[in-house]
């Protein structure tokens, strides 16, 4: 398991098989590039406009999740955040975790946690309905009253 | 180096910070009341200031993480990184001030 960096000017074959961290490495940049359009836009659009934070609540979210666009920025926001981020952890978790066990587990939990959380997230945004036929109407969006 | 270590906490703070923005936002597919319930807890003037620093450590991670970008493929940025990060905190500062007064006051006046 261990992640050892053959010295500069190693001659390629013996440097070992795969270009995985050079992926890795190019998957942070391009991923980051984008995620600084997406969570600034989101954190614009939630926190500056309107009444900020104080408008959130579930109306809020329903209304923006009736727009596929949304959907599609919020499912792009999820996914690359959270490999960026999970990433970006393997990377600390070889940097600290010196003992080969603690390391393994660590990873071990990290990648669950990272499964099931977009899993998850995905599961939501593709099956949310902005209009729950059993929810006190006040709660929801204006456009669920519409006939 | 300090921007190193910077980058590092803040992105693991971003990291674990939106293991719980998933989780709670993923109550909409509950029910409206347990949504609005949880989000209520929010909205108090301790969360209001810890938002603040999650925005600050947002903006720094992202402008920092666009000067490492600039000083891996831009020819040359490795010559100009000290101006870049200069660029950062100033971009920072740019941003922070009206997103902090903005957000405040709807956190504090209602
Ligand atoms: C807002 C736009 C963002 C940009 C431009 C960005 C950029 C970057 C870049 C370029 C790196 C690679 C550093 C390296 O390989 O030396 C990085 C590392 C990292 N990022 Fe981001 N990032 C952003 C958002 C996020 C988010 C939302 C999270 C959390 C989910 C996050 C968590 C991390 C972590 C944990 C690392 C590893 C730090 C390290 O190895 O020291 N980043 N970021």
């Avoid at chain 1, 940097?95 to 990272?114: C, F």
């Avoid at chain 1, 499964?115 to 309905?129: K, M, Q």
């Avoid at chain 2, 590092?8 to 989780?23: D, M, N, P, S």
Wanted: glycine letters at 8%; one cysteine or more; proline letters at 5%.
């Amino acid at each position: 398991m261990t992640t050892t960096i053959p010295a500069p000017r190693t001659p390629r074959r013996l440097r070992g098989r795969t270009n995985t961290e050079l992926y890795a490495w190019m998957f942070m940049r391009a991923s980051g590039v984008l995620l600084l359009i997406l969570v600034f836009t989101h954190l614009f659009v939630n926190l500056m406009t309107g009444d900020g934070i104080n408008a959130l609540d579930f109306g809020f979210v329903a209304g923006k999740w009736a727009d596929p666009v949304w959907q599609v920025w919020d499912l792009l926001m999820l996914w690359l955040a959270m490999l960026h981020g999970t990433n970006g952890l393997r990377t600390i978790i070889n940097d600290y975790a010196e003992r080969d066990q603690l390391r393994l587990w660590l990873k071990v939990g990290l990648y669950t946690a990272t499964t099931i959380t977009i899993v998850l997230g995905t599961l939501v945004i593709f099956t949310f309905d902005p209009c729950p036929p059993d929810a006190a109407a006040d709660l929801l969006p204006s456009f669920c009253s519409v006939p | 180096m300090w921007s190193w270590v910077a980058h590092r906490v803040t992105g693991i703070g971003i990291f674990f910070f939106l293991f719980a923005h998933i989780l709670d936002t993923a109550l909409v597919r509950v029910s409206p009341e347990a949504y609005n319930e949880v989000i209520a807890t929010y909205k108090n003037p301790v969360v209001g200031l810890l938002e603040v620093g999650l925005v600050a450590a947002v903006i720094f991670h992202g402008f920092n993480g666009l000067r490492i970008v600039l000083v891996d493929f831009w020819s040359k940025g490795p010559r100009y990184q000290k101006h870049l990060f200069v660029g950062v905190i100033a971009l920072w500062v740019l941003l922070m001030v009206p997103f902090t007064i903005r957000h405040l006051s709807h956190v504090f006046g209602g």
